[in-house]
C-alpha cells in the first residue's frame, strides 16, 4: 500500500524559506502515469494546488505562487521536495504531498499525506 | 471558476443528500470529488464525474458533464459527517470551497 509521508519544520519565521519533503514508500516514485504535488489548506483560503512534479522532472507550478516555489524529485530515494521563498503569515496552513492519477479523460489527486502544519511566524 | 453549493447543510442518518458543483466554462468530465473528516487529509470518492473510487461505500454517487456536476449520498450514515469537496483538473487543478454535512 503506497504511503506518502511529509516532514519538515513546523514553524517558519516571516521572510525564510520553508523546505518540505514527501517520502514514498510502498511503490515507485518513477512510475509513468503518476505526477506527485504539492497541495495546501488554510482556513482562509481553502485547499490550493501549488506546483506538480513528473519523475522526468517536468514541472508545472501555481501562476500565484510560481515566482516563490521550487519543486524537486530525488528518484533515488523516492522523494520530492518543496521548497518556497519569502514566508509570510498567509502561507500559514497544512501542507500535504499528494499523488496525481493522469489517464485518458483522468487527472485525479488520489492518494495524500496526512499533511504537516507549518506556522510562520516570529 | 468553481462554486459548490450548498456550503453547509443539516441532515439525519437515512436521508439522501445531493451536493452541487458548478464551473464557469466546461471541464468535460475532470471533475472529482473529495471527502476530509476534521484532522485529515482528503479522501477521493468520485472521479471523473462518475466514476467510484476502489472501496468506497455504494451509497455514494456522481453524476453531470461540462458545468453542472452533482454528487448524492443515497442514505447518509454516521460515519459521512464530514466536508465534502469537488475538484476540477481541465484548467490547472482547483477545488471547490467545500461543502459541510452536520447532524441534524
Known amino acids: 500500500q503506497l504511503q506518502l509521508q511529509e516532514s519538515g519544520p513546523g514553524l517558519v519565521k516571516p521572510s525564510e524559506t520553508l523546505s518540505l519533503t514527501c517520502s514514498v514508500s510502498g511503490g515507485s516514485i518513477s512510475t509513468d502515469i503518476y505526477y506527485w504535488a504539492w497541495i495546501r489548506q488554510s482556513p482562509g483560503t481553502g485547499l490550493d494546488w501549488i506546483a506538480s512534479i513528473y519523475y522526468s522532472g517536468y514541472t508545472y507550478y501555481s501562476p500565484s505562487l510560481k515566482s516563490r516555489v521550487t519543486i524537486s524529485i530525488d528518484t533515488a530515494r523516492n522523494q520530492f521536495s518543496l521548497k518556497m521563498k519569502s514566508m509570510t503569515a498567509a502561507d500559514t496552513a497544512v501542507y500535504f504531498c499528494v499523488r496525481r492519477l493522469v489517464r485518458t479523460e483522468i487527472d485525479v489527486f488520489d492518494m495524500w499525506g496526512q499533511g504537516t502544519k507549518v506556522t510562520v511566524s516570529s | ?104
Not at chain 2, 456522481?62 to 443515497?74: A, C, E, Q
Request: hydrophobic share 25%; with cysteine.
Open chain 2, 1 to 104: 471558476q468553481m462554486t459548490q453549493s450548498p456550503s453547509s447543510l443539516s441532515a439525519s442518518v437515512g436521508d439522501r443528500v445531493t451536493i452541487t458543483c458548478r464551473t464557469s466554462q466546461t471541464i468535460f468530465n475532470y471533475l472529482n470529488w473529495y471527502q476530509q473528516k476534521p484532522g485529515e487529509a482528503p479522501k477521493l470518492l468520485i472521479y471523473a464525474a462518475s466514476t467510484q473510487q476502489s472501496g468506497v461505500p455504494s451509497r455514494f454517487s456522481g453524476s453531470g458533464s461540462g458545468t453542472r456536476f452533482t454528487l448524492t449520498i443515497s442514505s447518509l450514515q454516521p460515519e459521512d459527517f464530514a466536508t465534502y469537496y469537488c475538484q476540477q483538473s481541465y484548467n490547472s487543478w482547483t477545488f471547490g470551497q467545500g461543502t459541510k454535512v452536520e447532524i441534524k
